[in-house]
C-alpha cells in the first residue's frame, strides 16, 4: 500500500496553493459573521460547502492554484 507522501509526489505536488486556501479561510470567517452574501441572489450563505466553494471561485479568479471546476451531473 502507498503512502500518502509518494502518491503525492507521483501526481505532482499539490492541488491547491497557499492562495486557495488563504480564500477560503476568508470566506469561511465571513459566513461565520453572517457577511458572505451569494453572487447574483445576494442571499446570505449559511452553508459550509457553499463558502467552499465562493472561497475556491474567487481564488480561481484571482490566478491561484485550483483544479478546474468539475462539471454538475444532471
Known amino acids: 500500500m502507498a503512502t500518502r507522501s509518494s502518491t503525492r509526489s507521483r501526481s505532482g505536488g499539490r492541488r491547491y496553493g497557499k492562495a486557495a486556501g488563504?480564500?477560503?479561510?476568508?470566506a469561511m470567517s465571513e459566513r461565520k459573521r453572517g457577511k458572505l452574501?451569494?453572487?447574483r441572489s445576494g442571499k446570505k450563505v449559511t452553508?459550509?460547502?457553499?463558502?467552499v466553494a465562493i472561497g475556491l471561485s474567487?481564488?480561481?479568479r484571482s490566478?491561484?492554484?485550483v483544479p478546474k471546476k468539475r462539471s454538475s451531473k444532471s
Request: net charge positive; proline share 0%.
Open 22 to 26: 488563504t480564500k477560503v479561510k476568508s
Open 58 to 60: 474567487q481564488a480561481r
Open 47 to 51: 452553508s459550509r460547502k457553499q463558502a
Open 63 to 65: 490566478g491561484a492554484k
Open 37 to 39: 452574501r451569494s453572487g
